[in-house]
C-alpha cells in the first residue's frame, strides 16, 4: 500500500518532512502508531543536529481532508492506499485549509501572450513587417505598396537566402538584404509568421524521414502499460494491475483485454457521474 505522510507541526519549514513509502504487509496487519513509529524514526535520524527529536506518543494520523486516526486502530481498517496524512500532535488540528476552490476538475489557467503595441518613430510611422521590405509606412495613410518576399529567411552556417527563394543565397548581410522581393503588396506592421527566420534545425525537421507506421494503432501490450503506469500514479497497486490483466490474457488475445478492461473502466465512471 502506497501512502503520503506529511509533518508541517514545525515551526519552520525546513524542519517540515514529507514521505512517500509504500507499507510491507507486516504494517498493513499492525497499528497505526507503528506507521507513526516508522515515520518519527526516519524524521529523527534525518533531523538529529537540527532539532530536539519526535516522540511516536505525541503524534497520531490524521488523513488529509478527512478523519483522525487512533494509535491502536489497524492499518488496513483506516487507510487506504492513495491516502495521504498529516502527523499532528494532540491537540492539533493540523495546516489551516487553503483557500476554498471551486468544485469539480479545475483546468490549467489559460496565458494569454500580451500583444507588443507597434512603436512608431518621431514621424508617426512604423517599419513594415513583410519579410524584405523594411520600408517606413504611414499607418494611418493611403496603403503604400511595398515589394517582399513570401516566407521567411534561412540562416545556416555563413549562407543566407529565402526560404521562398531558394535560388538566390547570399554570405553577406548587406547582400541578403538586396535580394529583390518575389511578391508585390502593401507595406503592414503585422508579422507574416510566427517565426522570424528559420534554421538548421528548422532545415533537418523538413528534411527527416516519415514513419510509415505513425498512424498504425498502439500496440496492444504498449496500451496495457501505458494503462498500469496511469492507475500506478493516482495509487492503485501495480501487483493487483498485473494480476488481473494476467487472469483475462490467458486465451493469449491482449486487444480483448484491453477491450474488457475499457468497458470496466468506462462503466466505472459513468456510475459516479
Not at 39 to 62: C, R
Not at 217 to 230: A, C, F, I, T, V
Request: proline share 6%.
Amino acid at each position: 500500500m502506497k501512502i503520503t505522510l506529511r509533518y508541517e507541526e514545525a515551526s519552520t519549514e525546513d524542519l517540515h518532512m514529507t514521505l512517500r513509502l509504500t507499507l510491507p504487509q507486516k504494517y498493513l496487519n499492525g497499528t497505526n502508531k507503528e506507521v507513526v513509529k516508522l515515520f518519527v524514526d526516519h524524521y529523527n535520524k534525518k533531523n538529529a543536529e537540527k532539532s530536539s527529536p519526535l516522540s511516536t506518543d505525541d503524534l497520531h494520523l490524521k488523513i488529509v481532508g478527512g478523519d483522525h486516526l487512533d494509535n491502536e486502530e489497524r492499518v488496513r481498517e483506516s487507510l487506504k492506499a492513495g491516502d495521504e496524512c498529516y502527523l499532528l500532535g494532540k491537540d492539533s488540528e493540523g495546516p489551516k485549509p487553503k483557500p476554498e476552490q471551486t468544485e469539480g476538475y479545475q483546468a490549467a489557467p489559460v496565458c494569454t501572450p500580451v500583444e507588443k503595441k507597434a512603436v512608431k518613430n518621431a514621424d508617426g510611422k512604423l517599419r513594415c513587417k513583410n519579410f524584405g521590405c523594411q520600408k517606413l509606412f504611414d499607418p494611418d495613410g493611403p496603403p503604400q505598396e511595398c515589394q517582399h518576399h513570401q516566407a521567411a529567411p534561412i540562416f545556416h552556417e555563413t549562407a543566407k537566402w529565402w526560404s521562398c527563394c531558394p535560388d538566390s543565397k547570399a554570405y553577406d548581410f548587406d547582400e541578403f538584404m538586396k535580394i529583390p522581393g518575389c511578391t508585390q503588396g502593401f507595406c503592414t506592421n503585422e508579422s507574416q509568421a510566427k517565426k522570424r527566420f528559420l534554421g538548421g534545425t528548422d532545415l533537418r525537421a523538413d528534411s527527416a524521414p516519415v514513419r510509415l507506421d505513425a498512424n498504425a494503432p498502439p500496440d496492444p501490450r504498449q496500451k496495457l502499460e501505458s494503462m498500469r503506469r496511469g492507475l500506478v500514479a493516482v495509487g492503485v497497486d501495480s501487483a493487483l494491475f498485473e494480476k488481473v490483466a494476467g487472469k483475462l490474457a490467458q486465451n493469449g488475445d491482449l486487444e480483448q483485454v484491453c477491450e474488457v478492461l475499457k468497458g470496466r473502466f468506462s462503466s466505472a465512471l459513468n456510475s459516479l457521474q
